[in-house]
């Protein structure tokens, strides 16, 4: 990873079928590639040996499935500590997570919403300073989808400041789970996206979606992005300047030749809007 891992950079999530075509070559619009550390950390042999040769290629990220930050079960230690071990092997300095949990007695294969509670607020400042020392680097928090808010005392925008601020963490910016958000629960996604914290944003991810119905998305990553969620990114540049970028594509996955086309139109847009800022 590079130290200046900030501007104008377009990634793609690696998947396995991917690893044999980009040891071969990987498109030149692809600047950094993300991957699901739990996915990857206990891979042995060819498997093992292709992703090393491309970590010691090119820059990567990790973004986690299984933390649970927000579980009332304590924080699982030797778990972070892989994951650290991971990191430090082949180079990563960037570990993100999403800002929910998936965990209580068991595991539930899905992400939960944490209350939006002050008692919520402690306790993830509290666990993310606990990870954060044993990784010795920021946790990266990413905004989620969701689609209900059991026990709300406060908003979902109110409740993701305090902790990025509590914890001193920082922010994976989903530009698609604000538009599916503020469509699910009706609030206008440019007001929440204005009012994140510019100075915390490590790096953005967009997706697609599926419309349930006209009132109800449903956060697949499993389409093409869509118009609305394309603006959005271009606000998203214009409040916060333009980060990093990753698209997301997490099944209905087509050849790397069709996903070019969207990493060509994130690079565009930051190349765009770069120039505005410059002219301005």
């Not at 599916?180 to 953005?204: D, M, Q, T, W």
Request: glycine fraction near 6%; proline fraction near 6%.
């Amino acid at each position: 990873m590079p130290q200046q891992f900030k501007g104008p950079l377009t990634g793609l999530g690696l998947r396995r079928e991917m690893l044999t075509e980009f040891c071969q070559k990987t498109p030149s619009d692809i600047d950094f590639m993300e991957v699901a550390p739990e996915n990857w950390m206990t891979l042995g042999g060819r498997l093992q040996k292709q992703f090393r040769q491309l970590t010691e290629r090119h820059p990567f990220v990790i973004h986690g499935l299984s933390l649970s930050i927000g579980s009332p079960a304590p924080l699982d230690v030797d778990f972070v500590k892989q994951v650290k071990a991971f990191m430090d092997l082949h180079n990563i300095d960037i570990y993100s997570e999403h800002l929910s949990y998936c965990s209580g007695k068991g595991h539930m294969y899905d992400l939960m919403p944490i209350p939006f509670t002050e008692d919520a607020i402690e306790h993830v400042i509290n666990r993310v300073k606990q990870v954060q020392d044993i990784i010795e680097r920021k946790l990266v928090l990413e905004n989620v989808s969701y689609y209900a808010a059991p026990g709300q005392e406060m908003d979902e925008l109110t409740f993701t400041n305090a902790i990025l601020e509590g914890a001193d963490c920082e922010l994976l910016l989903d530009v698609n789970n604000i538009y599916v958000n503020s469509v699910n629960h009706k609030y206008n996604a440019e007001s929440f996206l204005a009012g994140l914290p510019s100075e915390r944003i490590r790096y953005l991810h967009i997706a697609g979606h599926y419309n349930e119905a006209e009132d109800l998305l449903v956060d697949t990553h499993g389409a093409a992005v869509c118009d609305p969620v394309w603006q959005l990114l271009e606000k998203a540049y214009q409040l916060h300047g333009v980060h990093p970028t990753l698209l997301e594509r997490d099944f209905n996955i087509p050849p790397t030749s069709e996903l070019l086309p969207e990493l060509q139109r994130i690079g565009h847009i930051q190349s765009q809007q770069q120039a505005q800022a410059i002219s301005a």
